[in-house]
């Protein structure tokens, strides 16, 4: 059974940083593209950053500059830095992947940036 638990979310003034974190099981997870998709109040979830197995990016165009997804393939853990965070980056940011063409989400972990 695939498990994605995230952590490392909070509150942060405009400008700040965070690191969130996804701990990945039940899958062979050097294999599998990974993504943060967040949602806002009022807002539909929408992808974030994309990573896959072998490291290839991509990123949603307003945090593009700001943000930077990675991976772990020995701890199973993909990251999202983020930096320059501006209050309409405010939302819940979710760990996202496929396996055997269904969805797993894990429950997502709330930021808060204050402006």
Request: proline share 4%.
């Amino acid at each position: 059974q695939v498990h994605l638990v995230e952590s490392g979310g909070g509150w942060v003034p405009a400008g700040g940083s965070l690191r969130l974190s996804c701990m990945a099981s039940g899958i062979n997870f050097r294999l599998h593209p990974m993504d943060w998709y967040r949602q806002g109040p009022g807002n539909q979830r929408e992808l974030v950053a994309t990573i896959t197995g072998g490291g290839g990016t991509n990123y949603l165009d307003s945090v593009k500059d700001r943000f930077s997804i990675s991976r772990d393939n020995v701890m199973n853990r993909v990251y999202l830095q983020m930096s320059s965070l501006k209050p309409e980056d405010t939302a819940v940011y979710y760990c996202h992947t496929i396996r055997g063409g269904l969805d797993f989400w894990g429950r997502g972990t709330q930021v808060t940036v204050s402006p």
